[in-house]
């Protein structure tokens, strides 16, 4: 005989699974080379809204898209001002523009981009995205620092955590500047430190998470 209490709990677990993440990625020095190797293994197993800023030139913003998109699993997309955005994408800032999201109705999301103020002296900024998918995504916000000179990604680390949101940033061991990985490691906001090669793993597990879903890689395998 089933246990009548067993189906709700599945229900939640299927609704659980079906909420989106926010997954925002912050690089700077070093970050083309090291997103060249995250991206062609991140293919995430829940609905995720991915976005990216890394520190660039504008008229270099395409030829990044470009390079990322020939070997990225997911689709490239420079992200554009009041876009409405679809999950399984990811959306790069334009360099010269802030990029932040927002939700739209009960489900739907957009992109929008502004001329505000640089921060640290950079803009996109991390911290700007950082704080913006906190804020639209709460608890299913994902922050991953990479390579980069600086602190940018620290006060948006801190307002993901605060929503209780996962931060992640690259290990020392290969990350070209330590910089914005090691301001995340010395203010204990990082829950892992994890070199480039296992980042989209290590993305993909915590999504799973998010998800209330077992992950495969883990599971025992069978005879």
Do not use: W
């Not at 209490?5 to 970050?31: D, F, H, K, M, W």
Request: proline share 7%.
């Amino acid at each position: 005989m089933s246990d009548d209490g067993s189906r709700p709990r599945r229900r939640n677990r299927r609704a659980l699974a079906r909420l989106p993440v926010g997954l925002a990625i912050g690089a700077s020095t070093g970050g083309p080379k090291a997103l060249l190797t995250l991206v062609a293994g991140l293919q995430l197993p829940v609905p995720a809204f991915i976005f990216l800023v890394q520190h660039i030139h504008p008229k270099f913003t395409r030829i990044l898209g470009r390079r990322l998109g020939d070997v990225s699993l997911v689709p490239i997309l420079e992200a554009e001002d009041g876009a409405v955005i679809q999950p399984g994408r990811l959306y790069l800032a334009p360099g010269g523009r802030h990029l932040t999201v927002e939700r739209v109705g009960a489900a739907a999301y957009r992109t929008r981009l502004t001329d505000d103020p640089a921060r640290h002296g950079v803009r996109p900024s991390v911290d700007t995205l950082f704080t913006s998918v906190a804020e639209t995504f709460r608890s299913r916000a994902v922050g991953v620092v990479l390579t980069g000179m600086g602190r940018d990604g620290l006060a948006g680390a801190h307002a993901i955590k605060a929503r209780g949101g996962v931060v992640l940033a690259e290990s020392a061991e290969t990350a070209v500047i330590y910089g914005m990985p090691r301001a995340l490691a010395e203010a204990a906001l990082a829950d892992r430190m994890v070199p480039i090669e296992d980042m989209a793993a290590a993305i993909r597990q915590v999504c799973l998470a998010m998800a209330g879903l077992p992950d495969p890689a883990l599971s025992p395998t069978r005879e």
